[in-house]
């Protein structure tokens, strides 16, 4: 036993005991701490405040949302208003298509109808607040050019209040926890963008805290497309959910 105790404390022995006892693993590699290139240069200055301000949140005008429910929201209204608020915008969180958006105030029905822009709503608690928020997607029409515009709303004492939109051509979209992640074509081939949008408690917005340049899955690691939803379930073909956190629209998941 004193033998056994002193290979244990200089971690020399081979083995101890017979089968089961310590094994030395061998030399630790010491550590290597990140070597800085070019000290001398001056750090780059942050000048990102201003692009902050198109991610604020913007009360949707003329929408009140029912008991702070946002199952009770009618998601085509809300993207009718917003157009109707921000005609013919050209650029910024608002810009589409002036021939899309006389689509969407020509609508009638519901989200996700046939020949509607406005895709079905889906509904995740985005922000932690143990609530729904209500997620829309918009077909922009060409869809490698303009893509789908996405945008998500919270509520506020009743009101409607956008917490994110964002416009890009889009591979899928997929809800992952309080995530929203979005996965684009890269500009060069075998590898896409991938996005990660989460909440921030500060800005009081959906931002875009996480971007990746990943390889593109091949044929083999495509997912398989499982059974078809039933009519009630069906949410058009850009917003899907991990298979552990699934989303069906007009439910909570």
């Known amino acids: 036993m004193a033998l056994c105790a002193v290979a244990l404390l200089t971690a020399t022995a081979v083995g101890c005991g017979g089968a089961g006892g310590l094994q030395s693993a061998g030399p630790t590699p010491s550590a290597v701490g990140p070597a800085r290139l070019w000290p001398e240069l001056p750090p780059a200055k942050n000048d990102t405040q201003d692009d902050l301000a198109e991610a604020k949140p913007e009360v949707v005008p003329g929408i009140e949302v029912p008991d702070g ?14 157009v109707r608020a921000h005609p013919d915008e050209a650029s910024g969180q608002d810009a589409m298509p002036s021939e899309i958006a006389a689509r ?50 919270t509520q506020d004492d009743g009101r409607l209040v956008r917490i994110m939109s964002t416009t890009q051509p889009v591979i899928s979209a997929e809800l992952a926890g309080r995530d929203l992640i979005l996965r684009s074509p890269a500009p060069f081939a075998g590898y896409e963008l991938r996005d990660v949008w989460s909440w921030d408690g500060t800005a009081r917005s959906m931002l875009p805290t996480r971007m990746e340049i990943v390889k593109a899955p091949g044929p083999s690691a495509t997912p398989q497309r499982s059974a078809a939803p039933s009519p009630a379930e069906s949410a058009g073909p850009t917003l899907s959910a991990t298979p552990a956190a699934t989303a069906s629209p007009g439910a909570t998941p």
């Open 69 to 82: 429910d946002l199952h009770r929201v009618d998601a085509l209204a809300v993207v009718q208003a917003e």
């Open 104 to 153: 969407i105030l020509a609508c009638e029905g519901k989200a996700g109808d046939k020949g509607c822009p406005v895709l079905s709503a889906y509904y995740r608690d985005l922000t932690g607040s143990g609530k729904d928020e209500l997620i829309v997607g918009i077909d922009l029409g060409n869809r490698d050019d303009f893509g789908i515009g996405i945008r998500a709303y």
